[in-house]
């Protein structure tokens, strides 16, 4: 396996594993975090292929609406009968409320697009004009 995907399966497995008890994540939140926000679904991946002696709580990884992985990954009501043991709260929808139960642990990372960097310049010249 390319030396690039097991780094950044690590990342996710170090993400994955320090999430508290009654709270998720979603998969482009620990993306985000792993230092690619375009790869959620190569968290989904590296989940499904987490060492078991990990002991990781993947369970705890959620889609960014609060749905729950499908059935067939954990069995039919396993995660949500372990996020509900924990204190995740769900919405009537059968969602997790994402407003109350998201982990905001780590840092967010500014996705740049050309306007932010052109403002982030901008500051920057001012800053550096400053006496």
């Not at 097991?6 to 998969?27: H, L, Q, T, W």
């Not at 924990?86 to 139960?101: A, I, L, Q, S």
């Amino acid at each position: 396996m390319n030396s690039e995907f097991v780094n950044f399966y690590e990342k996710v497995y170090d993400i994955v594993a320090s999430i508290p008890r009654g709270k998720v994540a979603s998969y482009g939140q620990v993306a985000s975090w792993a230092g690619n926000w375009r790869a959620s679904r190569a968290v989904g991946y590296a989940l499904r292929r987490s060492p078991e002696g990990r002991g990781l709580p993947c369970h705890r990884v959620v889609y960014r609406d609060g749905t729950l992985t499908a059935d067939a990954v954990f069995g039919a009501g396993v995660q949500r009968r372990r996020l509900e043991r924990e204190g995740v709260v769900f919405t009537p929808e059968g969602r997790v409320d994402m407003k109350n139960c998201a982990w905001e642990g780590r840092a967010r990372r500014k996705r740049f697009t050309a306007k932010n960097r052109h403002n982030q310049a901008a500051c920057e010249r001012t800053l550096n004009e400053s006496p």
